[in-house]
């Protein structure tokens, strides 16, 4: 299957800073990707899906102004939490959707995750 | 997108096969089964995916049932490895196209 990768892994930052997450796929053109967020005990939650060139769409009650989604390339897409706040801990998740030279993904590859804390 | 039903928690002895169900009662004709599993702490990873007829690859194999109200991901010889939570998440191929919706998913644990 396809990878994709996030970076940093772990990130530890200070209230009212801003955070930003790199998706990279690695060797598909990722046409969308998606944000989840996770919390402890939680399954995930879809954020925003973002298709390479547009505009992201989020879902309803994430405020697009506070996690900026940029998707300007095919193979990245990244995520700014801008003042983090402590309740915007989490686990947070990218997945990619694409093709490659011969074949036309439908299922959704996920990233290893980035874990945010906000102290 | 129609929702699912997955038991809470299911064990499995190394070795044997592991069958979990879903219930996707309401699922309407354009609409593809998936599953997906996460390992604690690591993002999910995509497991099988089918529509009417049954389907295998190198990690499991999907039964779907002939009026596709319910499924059965197989798991023929199951590791500790393959400890994990799986999601059965059933998608549309219309406007929503690619969001996967997902569940509280089945706890699997694979014990020696």
């Known amino acids: 299957g396809a990878v994709v990768s996030q970076h940093p892994s772990r990130v530890i930052c200070k209230s009212g800073t801003s955070v930003k997450i790199e998706c990279r796929s690695l060797d598909f053109q990722a046409t969308t990707m998606f944000w989840y967020r996770q919390f402890p005990k939680q399954s995930l939650m879809l954020m925003a899906t973002s298709n390479e060139g547009s505009k992201a769409t989020y879902e309803q009650g994430v405020e697009k102004d506070k996690f900026l989604i940029n998707h300007a390339s095919l193979t990245l897409s990244t995520l700014t939490v801008t003042s983090a706040h402590p309740e915007d801990s989490s686990f947070y998740i990218c997945?990619?959707?694409?093709?490659?030279?011969?074949?036309?993904?439908?299922?959704?590859?996920f990233g290893p995750g980035t874990r945010l804390t906000v102290l | 997108d129609a929702k699912t039903t997955q038991p809470t928690s299911m064990d499995c002895a190394e070795g044997r096969a592991a069958n979990l169900p879903c219930n996707h009662s309401?699922?309407?004709?354009?609409?593809?089964v998936y599953w997906y599993r996460q390992i604690h702490s690591q993002g999910p990873q995509y497991i099988i995916h089918g529509l009417k007829n049954n389907e295998t690859n190198e990690m499991a194999s999907l039964i779907i049932t002939e009026d596709r109200k319910s499924s059965t991901l197989i798991l023929p010889h199951a590791t500790l490895r393959d400890t994990a939570v799986y999601y059965c998440?059933?998608?549309?191929?219309?406007?929503?196209?690619?969001?996967?919706?997902f569940g509280q998913g089945t706890i699997l644990t694979v014990h020696p």
């Open positions: 309401t699922i309407s004709g354009n609409e593809y």
């Open positions: 997945s990619a959707r694409g093709y490659t030279t011969g074949e036309i993904y439908n299922e959704q590859f």
């Open positions: 998440i059933v998608q549309s191929g219309g406007t929503s196209y690619g969001k996967l919706t």
